[in-house]
């Protein structure tokens, strides 16, 4: 079992920056591969970023949506099983309520789809006003 726990939400005008931290229970957190999901208002939840790594090589690989490349960034502390996304220049259509989520490591395998992981923390508000 995983348990997640996001913070770092809040309110930022268009432009602002924002970091989400996603703190994680368990001393295998380095085994997950950790996405940051999002949903605004009257709409699914979408795919924002993950991050993930070999665990025989240590190497680290991101993903991100076409709608946050070059200005969100993802990454991970395993020393502190925690997840990171930094979020800039921020747009109105950024404003979503947003989930960090985990699942176990498959190598190769991306998943981009919320369907395709296990656990779930409770969600961090981000409101972006123009």
């Known amino acids: 079992q995983v348990q997640l726990v996001e913070s770092g939400g809040g309110l930022v005008q268009t432009g602002g920056s924002l970091r989400l931290s996603c703190a994680a229970s368990?001393?295998?957190?380095?085994?997950?591969?950790m996405g940051w999901f999002r949903q605004a208002a009257g709409k699914e939840r979408e795919f924002v970023a993950l991050?993930?790594?070999?665990?025989?090589?240590?190497?680290?690989?991101?993903y991100y949506a076409d709608s946050v490349k070059g200005r969100f960034t993802i990454s991970r502390d395993n020393a502190k099983n925690t997840v990171y996304l930094q979020m800039n220049s921020l747009k109105p259509e950024d404003t979503a309520v947003y989930y960090c989520?985990?699942?176990?490591?498959?190598?190769?395998?991306?998943?981009?789809?919320?369907?395709?992981?296990?656990?779930w923390g409770q969600g961090t508000q981000v409101t972006v006003s123009s």
């Open positions: 989520a985990a699942r176990q490591i498959v190598t190769g395998f991306v998943a981009t789809s919320p369907h395709q992981y296990d656990y």
């Open positions: 991050i993930t790594w070999s665990t025989g090589t240590g190497t680290r690989t991101t």
């Open positions: 368990g001393r295998t957190f380095s085994s997950y591969t």
